[in-house]
């Protein structure tokens, strides 16, 4: 069966401090990839989604950066983080075809 | 552009109640829409896909609801339980994007 990984699940990092997340698929090839962001009080929003390795598409502007290097890795990064991007940030699979997103347990970043 | 909105933000019910949430989109143009449960401070949970042709979906005391021509969806919860307390999402798929509600949040006390 097809499991999501994402880790850290909690990290607080200081204003100006670089980021990396990561999130692993397992059990399916060429998956279509997601990293969302649910801020406080606010809906989920998607930020970046990728249809295979090395390509990447940006939602909204901002501060964050992804990258597919292989094809079931997926990775969030900043060079320096700002206090707005704090959030619980979501990774997300889905497979060709019509078929559901499946997401991951989250990261909570916390930035001070 | 999209938007989606949930009915209510908030609902407290007894157990063994049957309830029904709501989800209404502005365009009917999307491929499919997914209902999701979250617990606190967790991932969400996929609960049930209806695609653009269907009308409805179960799995077990789940069932939704889709009539794309008026953007309108619901989720129908029989016999609630008390482990049924979540905040309950949907999204739709416009094209492979999807775009979410902001919630209901649900609690269901013995």
């Known amino acids: 069966s097809q499991t999501i990984h994402q880790w850290p699940a909690t990290l607080v990092q200081p204003v100006g401090s670089p980021l990396s997340l990561e999130c692993t698929v397992e059990?399916?090839?060429?998956?279509?990839l997601y990293w969302y962001r649910q801020a406080a009080g606010r809906g989920l929003q998607l930020l970046f989604y990728?249809?295979?390795?090395?390509?990447i598409s940006s939602e909204v502007p901002q501060n964050l950066s992804a990258s597919r290097p292989q094809d079931r890795q997926f990775i969030l990064s900043s060079k320096k983080l700002l206090l707005s991007d704090s959030g619980f940030y979501l990774c997300?699979?889905?497979?060709?075809?019509?078929?559901?997103?499946?997401f991951g347990d989250g990261t909570r970043l916390s930035i001070l | 552009k999209q938007e989606v909105t949930q009915i209510p933000a908030a609902l407290s019910v007894p157990e063994g109640e049957n309830l029904v949430l709501n989800c209404s989109f502005t365009?009917?143009?999307?491929?499919?829409l997914q209902w999701f449960r979250q617990d606190p401070g967790k991932g969400l949970t996929s609960l049930l896909l209806i695609q653009s042709s269907q009308r409805e979906q179960t799995s077990g005391r789940l069932n939704a609801s889709l009539d794309k021509s008026s953007g309108r969806s619901t989720l129908y919860i029989a016999a609630s339980q008390p482990g049924d307390s979540a905040t309950y999402l949907c999204a739709v798929d416009p094209a492979d994007k999807l775009i979410f509600g902001t919630g209901t949040r649900l609690q269901v006390f013995p």
């Open positions: 059990g399916t090839s060429n998956p279509n």
């Open positions: 365009d009917s143009a999307i491929y499919n």
């Open positions: 997300a699979w889905r497979g060709q075809g019509n078929q559901p997103q499946h």
């Open positions: 990728s249809v295979g390795i090395g390509q």
